[in-house]
């Protein structure tokens, strides 16, 4: 724990040495958004739980923890970043008629999948743009396996597979 501590701090204090030095901090931020959807994860699954969890939250996002936990819990979500605001209100939402804080994980990932790739096209950047592609297909092909393993239908992969990569979902 302590090494995965000193880690996490060295990353933060490098993105945002990084953020600094960037022509444009979008570039930095399509490599922290993810730190955000984990972060509201987090939180989501800390609520089906009913315990606390923000030990397993990240610095290394846009938005400091404190201030995302403070944003869902007052019901402030618009406030957050991107489309991260809308998204964890609409994965509440969906936690909060389910119960099943996997289906409010599908809503992040397809939420992250989408603002990471409106990031790398705001940026004209081929590279970014291949890379959110490739985050995209291995995110699907982990899903594809993981709903196999689980026995689950074709229903349920359709729900975990996101948008944005070089093989299109319906494949």
Do not use: W
Not at 10 to 20: I, P
Not at 114 to 122: D, I, S
Not at 133 to 159: C, E, H, P, W, Y
């Amino acid at each position: 724990r302590e090494i995965d501590q000193a880690l996490a701090a060295h990353r933060d204090t490098v993105f945002k040495e990084l953020a600094g030095l960037a022509p444009n901090e979008t570039i930095v931020d399509v490599f922290r958004i993810k730190y955000d959807y984990h972060n509201a994860k987090v939180i989501l699954k800390a609520e089906a739980m009913n315990s606390d969890e923000s030990g397993l939250m990240s610095g290394s996002g846009r938005v400091a923890p404190q201030a995302m936990l403070a944003a869902y819990n007052e019901d402030r979500c618009r406030d957050l970043p991107g489309g991260l605001g809308a998204a964890m209100e609409e994965a509440k939402g969906v936690l909060a008629r389910s119960a099943n804080p996997q289906l409010a994980d599908f809503v992040l990932d397809k939420a992250y999948f989408a603002e990471l790739a409106g990031l790398a096209e705001a940026l004209d950047s081929e590279f970014l743009t291949g890379y959110v592609a490739i985050l995209a297909d291995s995110t699907n092909l982990k899903s594809a396996v993981r709903t196999l393993r689980m026995g689950k239908d074709a229903d349920f992969m359709r729900q975990a597979l996101v948008p944005g990569g070089n093989v299109s979902p319906a494949r």
